[in-house]
């Protein structure tokens, strides 16, 4: 049986300020890995072609890893799993750099991707289980902290590139202070135990059915947050004749938008609720999409990128936070809508580029619009259906429902 447990205000406020931080150290990763590319695959001595190539291996190493963190947070605790995990990912940062060759970099990039994703499904497991005992949503601005530490992250790249600095020595001091910071920011968080009467998941398995819906859902998003980011420069580019500087401030922009809506959502999903939130983002995506492709000049297109990112930023923590409530099992149902976002981001910038090739980026743009379509009818899914319990016990001193004893 899941145990009572009683806490306090100032434990939670302490619990989700420590489970934010987490998520800033983690895209501090991603910022600072991401911005030294160009540095690692001159040192690898691998073509574009190579390149492209070994960037699918993150997305393949973290899909096949992702399943293994419930078993892992069971047998050690959420608190001890996640500050193991997160160690693993922030170290992880310095082997890419280190690799000599495409058949190294392709396995380093595994492990690298494979680490990113433990990480990422016990950290958000345990940002479910915080908002569940606080009442209210906290996932969106999680997600912002992410975005947040990924621009710090790469703002301190670019400064290291810009003065040419030597990408091992960058990624090894990095590594080092952001790994000590994680370990700090660990010890605030919730540390759930499982009880003894628990049983175990296992080790590896598929995905639950529900995350499979939940996370067609995390699809849409993603697949246009994706295409975004990495073809609106082309777009305004190639088909609406801008300059280089312009094209690069529209996906700077982008970014911006999708970190500040992050920040900002919990407020409007706790007045409005997911659902409704969700489909009126959804709305607002769509209309960006048709803004982009009908753009008759870049300030059009610019204003249209800017609403399908602040469509869809919200979009994905909902979807992990109704993911763990969908079933017994939060972790295994939040890997598996992790697989298939992640998915969603691999195959986006390859998608698009395809379709652009067989007909016209136009065209493509007009998928996009498609699938944000489909977050209007497709949000359903992500009504709450455990929230109920958990904002009866507000942060007041009164016991809660609890999926094991914390610390």
């Known amino acids: ?22 998520f800033c150290v983690h895209g501090a990763v991603t910022g600072s890995f991401a911005t030294r590319i160009p540095w690692i695959q001159e040192h690898a001595g691998v073509s574009a072609g190579q390149l492209g190539l070994a960037l699918a291996f993150p997305a393949l ?13 069971h047998r050690f605790g959420a608190r001890t799993a996640l500050r193991g995990l997160l160690a693993l990912w922030t170290l992880s940062l310095t082997l890419p750099s280190l690799a000599p060759n495409i058949w190294g970099l392709c396995g380093v990039l595994f492990v690298y991707g494979a680490t990113a994703g433990m990480s990422d499904v016990a950290m958000n497991a345990l940002g479910v289980e ?9 996932m969106s601005s999680l997600h912002g902290m992410w975005s947040v530490g990924a621009l710090l992250g790469s703002a301190a790249g670019t400064v290291a590139a810009h003065i040419g600095a030597d990408a091992r020595v960058h990624h090894l001091i990095a590594a080092l202070a952001l790994t000590a910071l994680g370990m700090v920011c660990c010890q605030g968080v919730l540390d759930v ?13 598929l995905p639950p059915k529900s995350a499979l819906i939940i996370g067609a859902i995390g699809f849409c998003a993603v697949f246009a947050e994706g295409a975004s980011l990495d073809w609106s420069a082309v ?15 529209s996906t700077t922009a982008f970014a911006l938008t999708m970190a500040v809506a992050r920040l900002v959502g919990d407020r409007v999903v706790d007045r409005f609720g997911a659902v409704r939130t969700v489909r009126v983002g959804g709305a607002v995506a769509t209309l960006g999409g048709l803004m982009v492709v009908l753009a008759p000049h870049a300030a059009v297109a610019m204003a249209g990128f800017g609403l399908i990112g602040l ?11 109704a993911a763990a409530r969908s079933g017994p099992n939060p972790s295994q149902a939040i890997a598996g809508v992790a697989t298939i976002t992640y998915t969603s981001g691999l195959i986006a ?22 699938l944000a379509l ?18 009866s016990a507000r942060a007041d001193g009164a016991p809660a429902k609890s999926s094991g004893p914390v610390a």
């Open 1 to 22: 049986m899941a145990a009572e447990t009683v806490f306090s205000t100032e434990r939670l406020r302490r619990a989700r300020f420590a489970v934010a931080a987490v």
């Open 61 to 73: 190493g973290a899909s096949l890893a992702m399943p293994l963190a419930g078993a892992i947070s």
């Open 130 to 138: 915080t908002e569940n005992r606080l009442g209210k949503s906290i």
């Open 193 to 205: 135990q499982a009880t003894p009467d628990e049983e175990a998941p296992p080790r590896f398995s």
């Open 235 to 249: 777009y305004l580019q190639d088909e609406l004749g801008s300059s280089a500087g312009l094209a690069a401030a």
């Open 311 to 321: 469509g869809v930023a919200v979009v994905v923590p909902l979807a992990f936070a």
């Open 349 to 370: 910038p390859s998608a698009i580029g395809g379709i652009a090739d067989a007909t016209s980026l136009v065209f493509s743009f007009g998928l996009v619009t498609l």
């Open 374 to 391: 489909g977050l209007v009818i497709g949000a359903g899914v992500l009504r709450p259906g455990a929230r109920a319990a958990a904002t």
